[in-house]
């Protein structure tokens, strides 16, 4: 199928050809016919998937019958940058007609926002946080909006948006038509679903685990210690054009973007407490190949889009098999190969087995020149997480997840099934047994390595949502091997 077998006038065929895009993808296949008929949609489908273009390019052919000053589309999405980007790819498909199209989101100055929505737009795609804000001002009007889009519905209940995503979809009229995206179906997202889409037609791409084939996935199993030693020597191997490293706390994001910049790579951060400005930025100067290396945090980093992205480290492993997912899913896009690279301590390992089960695979093993040597897992002291971490509603910081069940599980679990020899020895690529020898507890040496990290559990109070995970490598008893052992 072509674009113009799917109904698009001419301005827009003229965009995408220009954008060098030929054919649509699946989802936009499925998805373009539906909305341009009026119907509601749900959506399954994830970032990399082309699903801008599928909700964008029928609502730009609808809107652009007629002219007004109003909101007529709206487009909901968890995150500053992806409202940028998707923003972005908007104003390149609709390049060849006079649509407005504006952008809200926190961390600047409301200003040049409110400026903006008082000369009016077509299309605003908005963060919930600032559009709520904008909202409560009476700075905005959404009486007149047609168009609803929820993007990354799962994200937005994981950040804990729901509430305001409820009270914004009641100032819009109800005669209108909504569009829900998410790359999974939580409960509560089909629950929500239910309740605002009017007899959708649900469109799902294909599992959103069998994309994640499509790269090539490896890991080493690593001592924390000998991460940033790793990771610098494959960046600096040729086959490394370009790559995100993902680390699961900001401060984590911190020391490795401060390692790489001492072993004279091209790197910049981006995490919830660097300026909007300096994450759009150090966002521009990766995608146009200033530097080469971005590192970031899940929440900074989600949905962004890099074109030909060679490389995905997780230098830390997610603790959601999802958010593997959306991580990985950053390189592999449009058809290109990518290659996804983890780091696994012995701590990870659990959440490692469970990412594989997640997407039926086992990641190939890598060994380095600094083989896992700790072979004991730290102790989680109970209840430690849940206090002054919690999020909005007793969620946890970045996952959304009550604080205290599952973490219990978690502890039941690995009381259990405790990591052991034989264990380790599955996942080690040499096969021979491994000799545990004598441990000494580490101690932390500095104060902000042991000390508990104000700025990381600050609320982000502008989107509602917070950007870290508390780093469980720090504050807490480490064993490390004083002895050698072997393999
Ligand atoms: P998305 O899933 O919307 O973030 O899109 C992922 C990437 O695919 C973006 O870089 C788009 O520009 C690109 N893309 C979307 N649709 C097409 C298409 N039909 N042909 C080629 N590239 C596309």
């Not at 029928?58 to 980007?85: D, F, G, W």
């Not at 200003?111 to 008082?118: A, F, G, P, R, W």
């Not at 994309?211 to 490896?218: A, R």
């Not at 190969?337 to 990870?348: H, L, P």
Request: hydrophobic share 35%.
């Amino acid at each position: 199928m072509n674009f113009n077998e799917v109904n698009l006038s001419n301005p827009i065929l003229r965009a995408l050809e220009e954008l060098k895009f030929e054919k649509p993808s699946v989802i936009q296949e499925k998805t373009i016919p539906v909305v341009l008929e009026g119907k509601d949609v749900l959506g399954c489908a994830q970032t990399g998937s082309g699903k801008t273009a599928a909700f964008s390019l029928p609502i730009l052919e609808k809107l652009s019958k007629e002219k007004s000053k109003n909101i007529r589309a709206l487009i909901l999405t968890p995150t500053r940058e992806l409202a940028v980007q998707i923003t972005q790819s908007i104003e390149s498909y609709a390049k060849y007609l006079s649509l407005r199209i504006g952008t809200v989101y926190g961390g600047i100055d409301q200003k040049y926002q409110v400026d903006m929505l008082k000369k009016g737009v077509d299309i605003l795609v908005a963060t919930p946080g600032r559009l709520v804000d904008l909202w409560d001002q009476e700075l905005i009007s959404l009486c007149k909006v047609e168009m609803f889009v929820l993007d990354e519905a799962d994200r937005m209940l994981d950040m804990g948006f729901l509430d305001s995503i409820k009270l914004i979809a009641k100032q819009l009229p109800v005669k209108r038509q909504n569009l829900l995206f998410s790359a999974t179906m939580p409960k509560e997202i089909e629950r929500f679903a239910m309740s605002m889409l009017k007899d959708p037609v649900s469109i799902k791409q294909a599992r959103v685990t069998d994309t994640v084939s499509t790269i090539s996935q490896s890991v080493y199993y690593i001592d924390e210690p000998n991460k940033l030693l790793l990771l610098v020597q494959l960046i600096k191997a040729g086959d490394v054009k370009n790559a995100i490293v993902f680390t699961n706390t900001k401060r984590s994001a911190d020391k490795v973007m401060k390692h790489l910049h001492q072993a004279a790579v091209r790197v910049r951060a981006i995490h919830g407490d660097k300026a909007q400005r300096a994450r759009q930025d150090a966002l521009l100067q990766f995608k146009n190949g200033k530097i080469k290396v971005l590192v970031a945090t899940d929440v900074a980093a989600r949905g962004i889009d890099v074109a030909k992205l060679s490389h995905v480290f997780n230098f830390d492993i997610p603790e959601s098999p999802d958010n593997y997912i959306h991580r990985i899913g950053r390189t592999g896009r449009a058809g290109e190969t990518g290659t996804a690279i983890n780091f696994c301590n012995i701590d990870d390992v659990d959440n490692l087995k469970a990412i594989e089960r997640h997407i039926r695979k086992r990641m190939t093993v890598v060994e380095s020149e600094w083989p896992m040597k700790i072979l004991e897992k730290k102790e989680k002291p109970q209840g430690r997480r849940g206090s002054g971490q919690a999020g909005r509603n007793g969620k946890s910081a970045e996952w959304g997840k009550t604080t205290d069940a599952p973490r219990r599980d978690r502890a039941a679990r690995k009381e259990k099934d405790p990591i052991d020899i034989t264990k380790v020895k599955d996942v080690t690529p040499s096969g021979k047994p491994v000799v545990k020898k004598k441990y000494t507890p580490f101690k932390p040496s500095s104060k902000s390595e042991s000390g508990k990290d104000k700025t990381d559990s600050r609320r982000d109070k502008k989107d509602g949502r917070r950007d870290f995970k508390k780093d469980s490598s720090y504050g807490k008893k480490k064993k490390a091997v004083t002895g050698k052992a072997k393999y």
